[in-house]
């Protein structure tokens, strides 16, 4: 099958064409065409395979047939991301697939100058990219109306959940028009997915690669069972063996990965790092760089577990488990991307067990262990803290694209040293 078969307008797929993409992927397949019938979609798929296209190209070829301009103001479809490196990467792949058609994307995201977004949502877009927090102080400004958008997104819907902005989607959907398509798109299935789906969808069909909480199958995993002191040296020598090939290493906290990141560039690696502390200029320098070939080794906290599409990222290794087990999925995602090749190891030390046996019990199977013995869970052993992360959200500059979970709708954030309203 191809994508002429699914029925998309030509134009789309000459697009798609010029560009290298002729196949589509099984997410692609099983989601489009129920898309293009205008059902609510819920589709479940690992990070890395495709679903953008799945969700986007449905939309894109809606609005081409329709031939309605959006009016001031306005946007005809909205896409919510939950961190800014998401919603630049999807922003980028639709603007790829509009290229040659009169079809306006534009990206909001906090970080970012509010007066330019503001200024370019003046004319009113066809597709509007937007993580919930900058999108709410636009709303705020009357900057922006949706009760013309016949069409809203919801990519990495468990991250959103998990990230606090539950309080953000019960403010914004009362104001998109009634009659509209829904999709929400998701790697993993946590409890609350079906209540929000419940909430958001309308009789959706749902569509799923893998089983919900699955790594892509083209990932090969391991784990090295190591003393917390002697991981530097043990990451050291793994990525020395690889020195030409980029490696993503996560670590739980913005102080230890930049730290980690400084270690590494002393021992001659190629290295940078991403996280809640950089700007969105710093963080997008890295990013550049990084997919540039300039840096080799990236550092980062769970900020760049969503985004980075990249396709030939060979290793990630977690140098710390993630507190969340869903997290692991979506870290080693980063590799094995269009179905590519890729390793994911996990650097296991006595206190991250727990952690280790959650992610095990997420995924229904066992990691295959390169090196050492598992340890012992010890009587009363309890996860380790989460490094300034709280489930409910992350802490104010984490990655700072929402608000506080509070009361929606309470008007912009105040920044209290300052006295200047938040990005």
């Not at 009760?147 to 606090?164: F, K, N, P, R, S």
């Not at 002393?266 to 290295?271: D, N």
């Not at 019990?361 to 010890?378: C, D, L, N, P, Y």
Request: with cysteine; hydrophobic share 40%; charged share 25%.
């Amino acid at each position: 099958m191809d994508f002429d078969m699914l029925g998309l307008a030509p134009r789309i797929t000459k697009t798609l064409k010029t560009q290298g993409i002729t196949d589509p992927t099984p997410i692609q397949k099983q989601a489009i065409p129920h898309a293009m019938n205008g059902r609510d979609v819920m589709g479940l798929a690992q990070t890395g395979t495709g679903k953008t296209a799945a969700f986007g190209l449905p939309m894109i070829h809606a609005l081409l047939k329709a031939g309605v301009k959006p009016q001031a103001k306005t946007a005809r479809g909205l896409i919510l991301a939950p961190t800014r490196e998401l919603a630049k990467q999807i922003s980028e792949n639709l603007t790829a697939y509009t290229k040659g058609s009169h079809l306006k994307v534009a990206l909001v995201v906090g970080g970012a100058g509010i007066v330019g977004q503001t200024k370019r949502l003046a004319g009113g877009v066809d597709l509007l990219v937007a993580t919930p927090g900058r999108l709410i102080d636009l709303l705020d400004r009357r900057a922006v109306r949706l009760d013309q958008t016949i069409y809203l997104v919801l990519d990495e819907a468990d991250q959103m959940l998990d990230m606090g902005f539950i309080h953000a989607l019960r403010q914004i959907a009362p104001l998109l028009a009634k009659d509209r398509q829904t999709m929400m798109f998701s790697a993993t299935m946590p409890k609350l997915m079906n209540e929000l789906a419940q909430t958001y969808l309308s009789d959706p069909v749902r569509v799923q690669v893998n089983p919900p909480g699955q790594a892509a199958r083209k990932i090969n995993q391991s784990v090295h069972f190591v003393a917390q002191a002697a991981k530097l040296d043990l990451l050291v020598e793994l990525l020395d063996a690889h020195r030409d090939d980029r490696a993503i290493v996560f670590g739980r906290t913005k102080h230890g990965c930049e730290k980690l990141s400084k270690v590494l560039e002393k021992k001659g690696f190629a290295a940078d790092s991403i996280h809640g502390n950089k700007s969105q200029g710093q963080r997008d320098r890295a990013l550049r760089a990084f997919k540039a070939g300039d840096v080799r080794v990236l550092v980062a906290t769970d900020v760049a577990a969503r985004g980075i599409d990249i396709p030939d990222v060979r290793f990630v290794y977690n140098y710390d488990l993630p507190n969340v087990a869903e997290n692991y999925v979506h870290r080693i995602g980063r590799t094995a991307r269009a179905g590519a090749d890729g390793s994911a190891v996990a650097l296991v030390a006595p206190d991250e067990m727990i952690e280790l046996q959650d992610i095990e019990k997420a995924m229904k199977e066992t990691i295959a262990t390169s090196s050492g013995r598992r340890w012992e869970v010890q009587p009363g052993q309890k996860k380790r803290p989460n490094g300034g992360q709280r489930r409910g959200g992350p802490r104010q500059g984490q990655p700072g694209d929402q608000r506080p979970a509070g009361k929606p709708g309470g008007g912009r954030r105040r920044n209290r040293s300052r006295g200047k309203a938040s990005a």
